[in-house]
């Protein structure tokens, strides 16, 4: 789903307590030897990455983390970073823009609570825009017709049907990435439902039971998804996936712009400084 990037841009902030106890400490007295502060923290297990993610992260960043993370692994996606922004409005939507860059509402959010794989369909969906270079396509699209017609005059009809070029494309790419989206969530071991339950929810949306100018009707997309879960069926994805994840490990991350972006990082990490020494590990 594009749409134009909005400037209020926020994460949605995590709320923690503290609870505190409120009775006083009694003395203890004991004849073992007392254990240094130092000494206790080194008999802690040390945190894994998502351990640290979730500590670190609001909730919803912390789960669109772990689901791009995965969906970029188990795809062979991670040669590049990907870069996530959650917007605190209740619109039911997201959306693929620039490069490798996936924004999604709280709307949508809120609607998905608990359902892990649709949300993981809806982010493939969004990243398979940015794979096959949806956007960039149509544009460039528009602009050759434009270069072509910048000297010459063109009349309405040319351009209605130029126009309705342009909705064809841009409603076959939907359903493309309707179709990728499903390949890299199930290889990513999530539910192929998943994607059937999100666009459920999109069905129930104004306008959502006819075509528009960017988006085939959801009634259609389902027929299409269905027809291709029975032509690619999870079991047939999923042992892919399995070996991408077991070969490689987690990506690292980094908060942007005043920790309203997340950059989930590439398989060489988010550091120019640790690149050039492991390329110059001399100089």
């Known amino acids: 789903m594009l749409a134009t990037l909005t400037r209020n841009v926020a994460s949605v902030a995590a709320i923690c307590t503290l609870a505190l106890s409120s009775g006083l400490m009694q003395p203890v007295f004991a004849e073992t030897e007392e254990t240094s502060p130092t000494e206790a923290s080194s008999t802690e297990e040390p945190q894994t990455l998502y351990e640290k993610a979730q500590a670190e992260l609001?909730?919803?960043?912390?789960?669109l983390y772990r689901i791009i993370e995965r969906l970029a692994r188990a795809n062979d996606l991670d040669d590049h970073p990907w870069r996530v922004v959650v917007i605190d409005e209740d619109e039911i939507n997201a959306y693929a823009t620039e490069a490798n860059l996936v924004i999604v509402y709280f709307g949508l959010l809120d609607q998905m609570a608990g359902d892990?794989?649709?949300l993981a369909c809806v982010v493939g969906h969004e990243m398979a825009h940015n794979v096959r270079q949806h956007a960039a396509i149509r544009a460039s699209k528009m602009n050759e017709w434009q270069e072509q017609h910048k000297d010459e005059d063109y009349s309405p009809e040319e351009y209605s049907e130029f126009e309705e070029e342009?909705?064809?494309?841009s409603?076959?790419?939907?359903?493309e990435a309707d179709r990728v989206g499903y390949q890299y969530a199930v290889t990513a071991g999530f539910e192929a439902s998943g994607c059937l339950r999100?666009?459920?929810i999109l069905a129930r949306?104004?306008?959502?039971?006819?075509d528009s100018s960017s988006h085939p009707a959801v009634p259609r997309r389902v027929d299409a998804l269905e027809e291709q879960i029975e032509e690619n069926p999870p079991e047939s994805l999923v042992v892919k996936g399995r070996r991408q994840l077991d070969s490689s490990e987690p990506l690292t991350y980094d908060m942007l712009d005043e920790d309203r972006w997340l950059r989930i990082n590439?398989?060489?990490g988010g550091s120019f400084v640790e690149d050039l020494e492991r390329l110059f590990p001399e100089e």
């Not at 609001?58 to 789960?63: I, Q, R, S």
């Not at 342009?166 to 494309?169: E, G, R």
């Not at 409603?171 to 359903?175: A, D, H, I, N, S």
């Open 166 to 169: 342009v909705t064809k494309l």
């Open 58 to 63: 609001p909730e919803n960043l912390y789960v």
């Open 266 to 268: 590439s398989q060489r």
């Open 171 to 175: 409603q076959t790419q939907e359903l």
């Open 205 to 210: 949306l104004p306008e959502s039971l006819i």
């Open 198 to 200: 999100g666009l459920n």
């Open 116 to 118: 892990a794989s649709a």
